[in-house]
């Protein structure tokens, strides 16, 4: 069965330090990768989405960045981070089905 | 864009009763899929019911039903004998028909259920 994996459950980092959260998906090959992020209390918006390793498309300008470096990893970056950059990051993929598959999430503070 | 709209930012309901969250979407596509999906005090996203657009039945599972009105752009989930269990937030989601599923959400309902 598939799995997605991703980590860490909780970060806080200070304004300015680079961030890396990574995301992993088992048990299936070539699939969507997306990733959304959540502010307290308010709708998923989605920040990322990838179809293929290295194709990365961008919905929202912003100081993040994406990267797919392998079929099943999708890892969302920063080189500075902001204090706006706080949220919850969930990493999903999609397949040969339609819905869309959600990691445990990840909770960023930056203080 | 092409948004989802969720009106209702919280709700209420007697556990056992019957409640029923709204969405509105636009699109103009023919073909797309739409999906309620609850999201738990863990903050996992849980699919709860899905839609093909193209498909007039309304789909079903277990307690949970939806009102799908094509021509009206709505989408409506109703939650049936009304568990403790069932208190979430509660997305209604829209994806394209082909190619990447780029899903795009509301911006949530917040279901209590009084015992």
């Known amino acids: 069965s598939q799995t997605i994996h991703q980590w860490p459950a909780t970060l806080v980092q200070p304004v300015g330090s680079p961030l890396s959260l990574e995301c992993t998906v088992e048990?299936?090959?070539?699939?969507?990768l997306y990733w959304y992020r959540q502010a307290a209390g308010r709708g998923l918006q989605l920040l990322f989405y990838?179809?293929?390793?290295?194709?990365i498309s961008s919905e929202v300008p912003q100081n993040l960045s994406a990267s797919r470096p392998q079929d099943r990893q999708f890892i969302l970056s920063s080189k500075k981070l902001l204090l706006s950059d706080s949220g919850f990051y969930l990493c999903?993929?999609?397949?040969?089905?339609?819905?869309?598959?959600f990691g445990q999430g990840t909770r960023l503070t930056v203080v | 864009a092409q948004t989802v709209t969720q009106s209702q930012p919280e709700m209420s309901v007697q556990e056992a009763e019957t409640v029923t969250l709204s969405c509105t979407y636009d699109t103009s596509e023919s073909d797309y899929y739409l999906f309620w999906y609850k999201q738990p005090p863990s903050r996992q996203m849980i699919l709860v019911i899905r839609q093909e657009a193209y498909k007039q039945q309304n789909a079903t599972e277990n307690r949970f039903s939806v009102n799908f009105q094509k021509a009206a752009k709505s989408f409506s989930l109703k939650i049936s004998d009304s568990q403790l269990g069932d208190a979430a937030m509660y997305f209604c989601a829209r994806s394209p028909g082909g190619g990447a599923q780029k899903l795009v959400f509301g911006q949530g309902t917040r279901l209590t259920i009084n015992p």
């Open positions: 999903a993929w999609a397949g040969g089905s339609t819905e869309a598959f």
């Open positions: 048990g299936t090959s070539n699939p969507n």
């Open positions: 990838s179809v293929g390793i290295g194709q």
